[in-house]
């Protein structure tokens, strides 16, 4: 009888190739989306590059076809739309989210794939303005306000929430239940993965001005209220408990301060004149307490609806992650 140690046996099959899709959601980019295919096309040939369009009259879908990309439409007008649509169709291992605009720096991808198979669930490039007309005043302070907002929320260093350039895993991008519909949509992702506590890293990478011809879709104001009001949205049902007890605490503050005047009346007259104010502090102290019980609801919600998520996370394949990969980069946020 032959020895255990004697039957011959197969060879591992060798691991199969890592699949990577570069996602690009375009609206009236034809100016621009034949150099950002060439250029993601050289710099990672082996990847299927798609672009998504979303209600373009400038022939973009046009242009891109005939520079090789795989290309998509979204009717629903907004990059919310665009991005779920692209989520839910492709099918990959790394997925690479780029906007058409060329204005994001292809040849940093490998740096950031590095950093993904390294350990990371998704990793942002954080852009380092190039040209004085790439990054506009009004953006960098309200990109800058809203990253500290986010941080401070979540308690984890950021530096560029709104970014558009990430690479992240399938397990990321198939348990990311996306709501937002417009240019929010950076600031979902950013939250998704801060709520349930993944690795985020972020690698500098240039940021250049749109070229002639190249018009922006953004509206400082607008989407800066947009996404301002997403991120209250966002802070309310991701850190429901802190959310309600600051609201609580102003409520209450104002009762007090009301009472406390007729509270002084009533301490040297055994008086209440004013019965008006005195129920309208009374009413505000309920809705105080109220707002605080509301919170610890939620927050116990919040946290069925986070293990759901983080289960929905793990029950995706995890990425083949590479041995010969550096570290993470120092700018992993703790």
């Given at each position: 009888?032959?020895?255990?140690?004697?039957?011959?046996?197969?060879?591992?099959?060798?691991?199969?190739?890592?699949?990577?899709?570069?996602?690009?959601?375009?609206?009236?980019?034809?100016?621009?989306i034949a150099k950002v295919i060439a250029d993601f096309r050289a710099v990672l040939p082996e990847a299927v590059i798609h672009v998504y369009d979303n209600n373009s009259t400038d022939g973009t879908a046009d242009v891109a076809r005939r520079s090789g990309a795989l290309v998509g439409r979204e009717p629903r007008q907004?990059?919310?739309?665009?991005?779920?649509?692209?989520?839910?169709?492709v099918e990959a291992d790394i997925y690479v989210l780029v906007d058409g605009d060329a204005t994001?720096?292809?040849?940093?991808?490998p740096r950031l794939i590095d950093a993904l198979l390294a350990g990371a669930?998704?990793?942002?490039?954080?852009?380092?303005?190039?040209?004085?007309?790439?990054?506009?005043?009004?953006?960098?302070?309200?990109?800058?306000?809203?990253?500290?907002?986010?941080?401070?929320?979540?308690?984890?260093?950021?530096?560029?929430?709104?970014?558009?350039?990430?690479?992240?895993?399938?397990?990321?991008?198939?348990?990311f239940p996306v709501l937002s519909t417009g240019f929010e949509i950076e600031t979902e992702l950013t939250v998704h993965a801060l709520g349930l506590d993944l690795s985020i890293v972020e690698i500098d990478t240039p940021y250049y001005a749109r070229p002639a011809g190249s018009v922006s879709k953004l509206s400082t104001w607008r989407d800066g209220l947009r996404i301002l009001a997403t991120l209250l949205r966002l802070y309310r049902s991701e850190r429901p408990l802190s959310f309600f007890a600051v609201l609580s605490a102003l409520i209450a503050s104002i009762s007090v301060a009301l009472a406390i005047p007729l509270l002084a009346t009533y301490a040297e007259t055994g008086l209440v004149p004013r019965l008006p104010t005195a129920v309208l502090a009374t009413g505000l102290m309920i809705l105080a307490c109220l707002a605080l019980a509301v919170g610890f609801v939620l927050d116990i919600v919040t946290r069925g609806r986070r293990e759901v998520k983080l289960l929905a996370f793990l029950a995706q394949p995890p990425l083949e992650r590479s041995a010969a990969s550096s570290p993470a980069p120092p700018h992993d946020t703790p």
């Open positions: 009888m032959m020895s255990a140690a004697a039957i011959p046996r197969s060879p591992p099959a060798a691991p199969a190739a890592r699949r990577t899709a570069v996602l690009i959601p375009c609206r009236n980019e034809a100016a621009t907004g990059k919310g739309h665009v991005v779920r649509r692209m989520f839910r169709d994001y720096d292809a040849a940093s991808l669930d998704m990793v942002v490039g954080a852009r380092v303005g190039k040209d004085a007309a790439a990054y506009r005043r009004g953006h960098q302070f309200g990109n800058r306000t809203l990253t500290r907002v986010v941080g401070g929320i979540f308690r984890r260093k950021l530096r560029d929430v709104l970014s558009g350039y990430r690479v992240m895993s399938r397990r990321f991008v198939k348990s």
